[in-house]
């Protein structure tokens, strides 16, 4: 099962034996889990210290607070209405790509870098390079199509976005057509987009909310995280879906 493929990459990898038996250097190198997991806390703790600016016109009101207080508050939002992991996970880590450092090889080199969704797709694809699972780097990735949807659903969202919200909005193609607004309804993550970015508002509205700290989520992200590598190595070992009964 996926749940014993899991524990696989849970697993200490250990350094070569040494002639005599013990352990080369006595030193024991990181499993995959463990490495993904220190790098994703890291980022926040690391980059989430200090004022980004590029989140102020990302968000229904001005911030407050640092993205690493941000990213906690909506993640104890979703925590507190007893959302999925997958959501409480996303929440933590939606802003992620303001946070990845500008010269990583995944930023564009034309100036569309800085927009939103850029932002979001970087955030995304970093999230996905460090082993999180397709559904929460596509919750990510889409995060500011669902303020698009929403605008378009609700006159009143638009309204009492700030004005620097909604300059940004018209940036990256303003609310959504009808068009664009069914063929969003129809995606399978269509629920828990819209419950990240509840998490996302409210957390930005409430700003003083207190929140459990970084350590509280590491056993649900160490957990996701075996699992999500688990299947990955799952579809390798088959073959692409759709293909194994080609390559039986």
């Given at each position: 099962?996926?749940?014993?493929?899991?524990?696989?990459?849970?697993?200490?990898l250990?350094?070569?034996?040494?002639?005599?038996?013990?352990?080369?250097?006595?030193?024991?190198?990181?499993?995959?889990?463990?490495?993904?997991?220190?790098?994703?806390?890291?980022?926040?703790?690391?980059?989430?210290?200090?004022?980004?600016?590029?989140?102020?016109?990302?968000?229904?009101a001005?911030?407050?607070?640092?993205?690493?207080?941000?990213?906690?508050?909506?993640?104890?939002?979703?925590?507190?209405?007893?959302?999925?992991?997958?959501?409480?996970?996303?929440?933590?880590?939606?802003?992620?790509?303001?946070?990845?450092?500008?010269?990583?090889?995944?930023?564009?080199?034309?100036?569309?870098?800085?927009?939103?969704?850029?932002?979001?797709?970087?955030?995304?694809?970093?999230l996905?390079?460090?082993?999180?699972?397709?559904?929460?780097?596509?919750?990510?990735a889409?995060?500011?199509?669902?303020?698009?949807?929403l605008?378009?659903?609700?006159?009143?969202?638009?309204?009492d976005?700030?004005?620097?919200?909604?300059?940004d909005?018209?940036?990256?193609?303003?609310?959504?057509?009808?068009?664009?607004?069914?063929?969003?309804?129809?995606?399978?993550?269509?629920?828990?987009?819209?419950?990240?970015?509840h998490?996302?508002?409210?957390?930005?509205?409430?700003?003083?909310?207190?929140?459990?700290?970084?350590?509280?989520?590491?056993?649900?992200?160490?957990?996701?995280?075996?699992?999500?590598?688990?299947?990955?190595?799952?579809?390798?070992?088959?073959?692409?879906?759709?293909?194994?009964?080609?390559?039986?």
């Open positions: 099962t996926l749940g014993r493929l899991g524990s696989r990459f849970r697993r200490p250990t350094s070569r034996s040494s002639c005599n038996g013990a352990p080369g250097g006595g030193r024991r190198a990181q499993s995959p889990v463990e490495r993904g997991l220190q790098q994703a806390f890291a980022l926040l703790q690391q980059q989430g210290q200090s004022s980004a600016q590029s989140m102020q016109s990302a968000h229904v001005p911030l407050a607070a640092t993205p690493l207080e941000h990213a906690l508050q909506a993640a104890e939002v979703a925590r507190e209405a007893e959302m999925s992991s997958e959501v409480v996970i996303a929440a933590l880590f939606h802003e992620c790509g303001h946070l990845v450092p500008k010269g990583h090889g995944d930023w564009a080199d034309d100036s569309a870098s800085t927009g939103r969704a850029d932002l979001h797709r970087l955030g995304s694809t970093w996905w390079q460090h082993g999180f699972s397709r559904i929460i780097c596509s919750l990510i889409s995060h500011g199509e669902t303020r698009r949807y605008c378009h659903k609700d006159p009143g969202y638009y309204d976005l700030s004005d620097l919200a909604k300059a909005l018209s940036l990256h193609g303003g609310a959504m057509t009808p068009t664009e607004a069914d063929a969003f309804e129809a995606c399978r993550s269509f629920n828990a987009s819209l419950a990240l970015r998490c996302c508002d409210t957390a930005a509205l409430q700003d003083e909310r207190p929140a459990a700290g970084l350590e509280h989520y590491k056993a649900m992200v160490e957990e996701h995280l075996g699992e999500a590598l688990a299947e990955r190595s799952w579809w390798e070992d088959l073959g692409e879906l759709g293909t194994y009964h080609v390559k039986r």
